[in-house]
Every structure is written in structure tokens, then in C-alpha cells.
């Protein structure tokens, strides 16, 4: 704590200086996508997240993993002031999300809207482009091709016309994601986009989130599948309620951390973290 | 669900003011117009009747276009319950205004009355939902009844409270499309320019409101004003529409058009269009025939109308109405029994020893088969065959002889190999890929085959068909299970033959 460079600007040191406590260190803190300093959240006065407290790095891409209700999606939204926060602060790249909103790029969970809706695939796409746009303005050419260079990018450019409810489940997630892509953001929010998809899928939208990587983006996701965790993302969130650990993939991802964070509940999930400990043991 | 329901009431109430008896206890009749009055109607001659139109078509108008947002927004039932909790504003105002001394009917004023307890209705129900643990539904149906009911007995005060001419409040509950002013219908053309300008320069805005209100919050987006915007329209619209067809009937101009106008396409902002189109042609053709036939109430005949064009929709519309299900349905089943009946007669040459290359040979004139042999290879019953062939035999596929034998034409053939090639190609990715057993493999590649379109025989091909030059069928990798039940071979001997096949492969 005591070896901090020094910062002149007050902004930053109220928002960022706390958090780098808990962040895993060497980063800048005038970089840092994104900065959460004692968050907490609660749905009905029942607290769902407790004293978030995290400084992302730059450049990475950061699975946040925990058990069902642990508040995955929740700390997402409550970032993103979809869900107002009890008390805490949240900057992007160094400044509130009011004002860093067009830096960030959102992909909802799948089963959160009516794919029954009458839009196409290139329309949900162009959503991506609304921010850009503005109010009461049409959308015009230069932005609807953006929008078909993002469907391009995640492999469904013959589908631009496809209504949206003709697609199958995985093209469907690679929409949301083409749409995000179209908000040309440099850090990205997407909650789950790899469940219930196909192999094929998967590996099509790890590869974008990869290019997005190489590209400088900061990408965090909300993931459910522990055994792809390892070889998907660079840092970690472990996340039941509160950060049980955060850092490198290779230094949290321990057998005591996710008993930790999956506590008693799962025994297979044990089981799972007791052949990851065998695995670091064989290396 | 919504629609239905919203239609049997139209029908009843259109019922019930046909029993009704007003002039006396034996007379229900219908005067039914005569082709003076048709002809007046028609070219709207009466200044009166094109006023009434004129209004009632605004009005339909402008619910066909919020109505579609509000529909996709799943906010159906909260327009129910704006319209119905109109009702004791309109008593109120009634009251307010007679004691003030003025004209209780002063219609602007009983509108403003409706406007502000309906927005009321609305802000209760948003109230209970948020505040307490009751579900959307609950909220939804005890603000409707409370209101609806407390406006009920309130019009049964004023009755007793002798104010003067208080008769013809009840006629907002089933509207009373006559006694439209020409006042009454520039309120309404006002109200439809402001529904129709906002949505064009919100179209973006509501779309993304409707669709996705999440990602519109995550853009920045006030969408709490948004909402507001969107469902106060709503309720300007139940508002004016009040007069014109009654509370209880509003939300069946608000519902219907874009339940309707979804069977015809799949595309917002046509979808919008259309729904307007059909909102606007209900309301002109209801108001019209209620103009014709005295007695009928405008209100309910514009609902019916809404809905028979809600039917037509349903059975016709292109983009999921119920006939084009149908014919699609049918063309695959048409498909479906053409590449059997292809395959089945390129499987019965082939056992007959013929080489692929010989069975598909354009110069070769085909071997006759019998009419017996070929009902035998599938589970086909003889008037289907006769079918089938009789359409093959149309588009010039297969030729017949007079002993009902036939053979393939060389275009046959040449669809044959086609047809039994993606067969062959599919079996042999499901027994490589899916791992499903080489007995099996045909029931299950039957069921795909037929909608393989060419880019998915391409990958096919990609995948299991690089050891097969091009345009050659590869021999099928199962026991021909028609062959094997008239030679009266047994399983194992069909287990061996497909080994040596299998195996002949590598």
C-alpha cells in the first residue's frame, strides 16, 4: 500500500488508490479499465454483493466464475447501473460510467429477450451502433455497414437477413455478439455467452474474444464451465457474494480457492477442483 | 389469448345491443340500408358520416401504430387497464364540472378526467409492483377491477344525485361513435399526428426499448422516460378512443391490428405500416357499416371488423400465417415422398445387379420394374405409390407402361443418383462422425436427408466423400433391408454383409 506512485489528479485518488490494494499490483492505475471500489449491492434490502473491491488490468481477458446466485451477472449489471448500488464506486478508465459509457461494449444473456421479436440479424446488430447515432436519427448507411462488418467478424454476414427467430441458438449468441463488436468498445461485458451454445460456437467466439485481446480490449466474462477455465482466460474473478480471490488464472484457479468459493455446495464441482490439484501435482 | 378475449366481448356486446329492444318489447329487427343510403355512405355525401369516419379511421390509425409497440413491449394488458381506469375520472369530472356550475358533458373536461385517473391506474399498478411482493398479473387485475368497478357505482350516484342530464355517461363504456363532433375528430387527428411523428423519430428508441431494455439502459438510455413516453401515448390514444368505441373496446383496437400484422411480416417497421393500415381500414369500414344499419353500435362492429381482418391475417399472412405453414408442410411431405419413391427404384436396379454407373448412365434406357416389387421396398401403401408415381411421371422423371410397370427417364436417373448420393453421404457421416450403427443408420439419415440443402452436401462431402469422386454414389454402407426380407436372409447374414462392406471401405 505504502509503495503507490504518486497521483495528482484528486479524481484518481479517491477512486483508484483504495483498490489497487486488492488488484494484482503492477498495473497503472491510471489505465486501468475498469476500478470497483467497495461495492456493494442488494436486491430488497437482502445484500446479493458484498464490498466488491477490484482493479482490472488492461488488455485481458477475465473470467468471473462462482456458483449459481453468487452474484455473477448482478456485479455485470451493477457495473453497467442496471441495478443501482447500495453503496460503492465504479470508474472506467479512470471516470464514472456516465460519462465512459461509449468505451463499453454489453452482451445480455441469451434467454433475456424475445427472439421472437420482429428484427433481423443485421438489425440487432445495428442496436450496437444506437449509441454512436444519437437520438431520433435514422440509422444510415456508414452504420449499417459497421453492422455487417461485425457479423462479417463473428462469421454470419449470409445471415444479415435471417429473422432473428429462424437462427439457431449459437447463431443467435454470435448476434449479441456481433452487436457488441459494432460498439467498437474497449472493454466488454458479456454475461454468459457460452452457454448453450455448440462447439462450434464456442470456439468462433473465443477466438473474437482472443482478437479482441490482441487488440488491447479488456473483456470480461461471465463463465460457467470450469473445465475450460484454465485454458480460456488470464485473470480471474472468484466471485460467491464477495471476491473470494482474484489474479492470474494460474495462481487462483486452486483447488483451495474454488472450495472456497463453491463451498460444500456442489461435491462435483470438488471433485473437479480435486483432479486440477492432481493435474498442477503431474506438471 | 388477449385477442380472443377481446373479440367475444366485441361479439357480445354487439349481441346484446341487437336484442336489446329500444322502441319496444317485439321490436329487434334491423332496418337494413337501402342503395340510397349505401350509395350516401359510400361516397360519404352526409357531413356527419364523414366526420364519424374520418375520425374513427385517425383513431384506428393511431392505436395500429402505438399499439404495435406496445404489444411487443408486453404491455397489453396494462393499455386494459388504462382504458378501464378511465371510468371514475370521467364520473368525477362529471360531478366537478355540474357543481361548478358549468356543462357537465363539456367532453374535453370528462376527457381530462380520464386522462388523469387513468395515468392514476397506471402509476398504482407500477406502485404495487414495485412496493410489494405481488406479481405483475395480480397488480394488473385488482387496479383494473377496483377502478373500473368504483366508476361503475359512481356513474349509479350521479344517476340518484339528479345533476341534471346525466344520461349518455354510460356510453363511454361501449362508446357511442355517432355522436362524434367534428371537434371531437380534429382532437383525434391531433392525437394521431403526435402517435405518428413520435414514432417515426423514436422508431430506433422504441425498438431497442421493446426488444432490449437492458442493453438500451447499459447505451445511456432514460428508459423509465422512454417507457413513460411510449405508455402515455397509449393512454392519450384509450383517451380520445373512448367516445369512439368504450373503454372496454379500446384495448381490441390497440391489440388486433399488430397481433394481425405480425402473419405478414417479420419486420418492425412494416409490421408498424401494416398495423396502421388495418387499424385504420377497421375503423373506416366499422364506422361505415354502423352508419348504414341503425342501432348497430360503432364500437363493437369496428372490433369485429378488426378481427375478421384478424382472421384473414391469421390464415394468410406470408410470413407465419397458417395456410403458408400448411403449404409448406405439404411441399416437404411432397419432397419428402418424391425422393423415396426416386431412391426406392435406384435401390431396385442396383439389386438387380446393375452398377451404379449403369443405373445412372443417361444413354441407358432404364429398366422396367413391376408395380408389386416396387411397393415392396418401402412401408408405402399402394394408393400413396400411385400417387407418387402419377406426379413423377408429370414432371417427366419416370415413364409408365400400360401393365403399370415403370422405368426413369434419363432425367429420373439422373435425380436418382442425386437423391441416393446425399442418402449414402449422410449414412456414411453418421457412421463416422455420430457413431450410430451401421443398422440404424438409415432410419435416422431418412429423417435429415430431404432437407439438406447444396452447402450442407458440400460440407458433407468435405467431410466423408474426399474418397469419392465426384458424382459417383457410393455403395450403400448397410444391407439393403428391402433385399435382405425377400431373399430371406437372417440378421446375421445382414450383419456380415455389412461387415464386408465396412470393412471392404477400410
Not at chain 2, 378475449?5 to 329492444?21: D, G, M, R, Y
Not at chain 2, 343510403?37 to 361516397?43: A, K, S
Request: charged share 20%.
Amino acid at each position: 500500500m505504502g509503495v503507490m506512485k504518486p497521483i495528482s489528479e484528486a479524481r484518481q485518488e479517491q477512486g483508484v488508490t483504495e483498490s489497487v490494494r486488492v488488484a494484482t499490483g503492477s498495473e497503472h492505475p491510471r489505465t486501468s479499465p475498469l476500478s470497483i471500489h467497495d461495492m456493494t449491492v442488494a436486491y430488497h434490502r437482502r445484500p446479493v454483493l458484498w464490498d466488491i473491491d477490484f482493479d482490472a488490468p488492461e488488455g485481458k481477458l477475465i473470467g468471473i466464475i462462482g456458483p449459481n446466485g453468487a452474484g455473477k451477472s448482478t456485479l455485470v449489471k451493477a457495473v453497467l447501473d442496471l441495478v443501482p448500488k447500495a453503496s460503492g464506486r465504479v470508474l472506467i478508465y479512470g471516470k464514472p460510467y456516465r460519462l465512459h459509457r461509449h468505451l463499453v461494449g454489453y452482451v445480455p444473456q441469451r434467454e433475456s429477450v424475445d427472439w421472437d421479436f420482429p428484427v433481423n440479424a443485421l438489425d440487432v446488430v445495428a442496436m450496437g451502433r444506437y449509441g454512436q447515432i444519437g437520438w431520433c436519427l435514422p440509422v444510415t448507411r456508414p452504420h449499417r455497414d459497421a453492422a455487417l462488418a461485425a457479423l462479417e467478424r463473428v462469421g454470419m454476414a449470409d445471415l444479415a437477413r435471417r429473422q432473428i427467430s429462424q437462427l439457431s441458438g449459437g447463431q443467435q449468441q454470435r448476434v449479441f455478439l456481433a452487436r457488441a463488436l459494432a460498439q467498437d468498445a474497449r472493454i466488454y461485458f458479456m454475461d454468459e455467452p457460452l452457454a448453450g451454445v455448440d462447439a462450434a460456437t464456442e470456439a468462433a467466439v473465443i477466438r473474437i474474444l482472443q482478437d479482441l485481446r490482441s487488440g488491447g480490449k479488456t473483456v470480461f466474462v461471465v463463465h460457467h464451465d470450469l473445465q475450460t477455465v484454465q485454458e480460456y482466460f488470464d485473470t480471474l474473478i472468484l466471485l460467491n457474494m464477495r471476491i473470494v480471490a482474484t489474479g492470474p488464472t494460474s495462481e487462483v484457479f486452486t483447488r483451495d480457492n474454488l472450495q472456497k468459493t463453491y463451498g460444500g455446495r456442489l461435491t462435483l464441482l470438488e471433485e473437479a477442483a480435486e483432479a486440477m490439484a492432481r493435474k498442477g501435482k503431474d506438471e | 389469448m388477449r385477442v380472443s378475449l377481446t373479440i367475444l366481448t366485441a361479439w357480445f356486446s354487439l349481441e346484446s345491443a341487437l336484442a336489446a329492444p329500444t322502441r319496444s318489447i317485439t321490436d329487434s329487427s334491423i332496418e337494413w340500408p337501402s342503395g340510397d343510403q349505401l350509395t350516401r355512405v359510400i361516397t360519404l355525401r352526409d357531413y356527419n358520416t364523414r366526420v364519424v369516419v374520418l375520425g374513427t379511421l385517425l383513431l384506428g390509425l393511431a392505436t395500429g401504430i402505438i399499439g404495435t409497440f406496445m404489444l411487443l413491449r408486453r404491455r397489453a394488458l396494462m393499455g386494459d387497464v388504462v382504458s378501464h381506469a378511465t371510468l371514475p375520472g370521467i364520473g368525477l369530472a362529471f360531478i366537478v364540472m355540474t357543481r361548478g356550475g358549468g356543462d357537465g358533458k363539456f367532453l374535453p373536461g370528462l376527457l381530462l378526467g380520464g386522462l388523469l385517473s387513468g395515468l392514476l391506474g397506471m402509476g398504482l399498478v407500477l406502485l404495487i409492483r414495485h412496493s410489494t411482493r405481488l406479481k405483475e398479473d395480480a397488480a394488473l387485475g385488482i387496479v383494473l377491477s377496483v377502478f373500473f368497478g368504483f366508476g361503475v357505482a359512481l356513474l349509479g350516484v350521479i344517476q340518484k344525485m339528479n345533476l341534471g342530464h346525466a344520461a349518455g355517461l354510460e356510453s363511454f363504456i361501449y362508446g357511442k361513435t355517432a355522436s362524434m363532433l367534428a371537434s371531437d375528430a380534429q382532437r383525434i387527428a391531433v392525437v394521431a399526428a403526435a402517435v405518428a411523428l413520435a414514432c417515426v423519430f423514436l422508431f430506433k428508441e422504441f425498438e431497442v426499448l421493446c426488444f432490449d431494455p437492458s442493453f438500451a439502459a447499459s447505451l445511456g438510455w432514460p428508459v423509465v422516460l422512454l417507457d413513460a413516453a411510449m405508455m402515455g401515448l397509449v393512454v392519450a390514444v384509450t383517451v380520445i378512443g373512448l367516445q369512439a368505441v368504450g373503454l372496454i373496446l379500446i384495448i381490441a383496437l390497440l391489440i388486433i391490428p399488430p397481433a394481425a400484422a405480425r402473419f405478414w411480416t417479420h419486420h418492425l417497421s412494416r409490421m408498424v405500416i401494416i398495423s396502421a393500415a388495418i387499424g385504420a381500414a377497421s375503423g373506416l369500414v366499422g364506422a361505415g357499416l354502423s352508419a348504414l344499419v341503425p342501432r348497430l353500435p360503432a364500437g363493437a362492429i369496428i372490433v369485429v371488423v378488426a378481427s375478421s381482418l384478424f382472421f384473414l391475417s391469421m390464415l394468410f399472412g406470408p410470413a407465419r400465417g397458417v395456410l403458408v405453414r400448411l403449404l409448406a408442410h405439404y411441399r416437404l411431405e411432397n419432397k419428402v415422398g418424391r425422393q423415396h419413391l426416386l431412391r426406392s427404384l435406384y435401390e431396385t436396379l442396383e439389386e438387380a445387379g446393375q452398377s451404379p454407373e449403369a443405373v445412372a448412365a443417361p444413354e441407358s434406357r432404364g429398366v422396367e420394374i413391376s408395380f408389386p416389387l416396387l411397393l415392396a421396398e418401402r412401408s408405402w401403401s399402394p394408393r400413396r405409390l400411385r400417387k407418387l408415381l402419377a406426379s413423377a411421371q408429370r414432371d417427366g422423371l419416370v415413364e409408365r407402361t400400360p401393365d403399370g410397370a415403370c422405368r426413369m427417364t434419363g432425367r429420373g436417373r439422373e435425380e436418382a443418383r442425386r437423391v441416393v448420393r446425399n442418402h449414402r453421404l449422410w449414412e456414411m457421416y453418421l457412421i463416422t462422425h455420430a457413431d450410430i450403427a451401421p443398422s440404424h443408420v438409415d432410419r435416422d439419415a431418412d429423417l435429415v436427408e430431404h432437407v439438406l440443402g447444396p452447402e450442407m452436401t458440400r460440407k458433407l462431402e468435405a467431410l466423408v466423400a474426399a474418397r469419392y469422386p465426384e458424382l459417383r454414389v457410393p455403395p450403400s454402407p448397410h444391407a439393403l433391408q428391402h433385399m435382405t426380407g425377400r431373399a430371406g436372409l437372417t440378421s446375421q447374414d445382414r450383419m456380415a454383409v455389412e461387415g464386408r462392406r465396412l470393412k471392404a471401405e477400410g
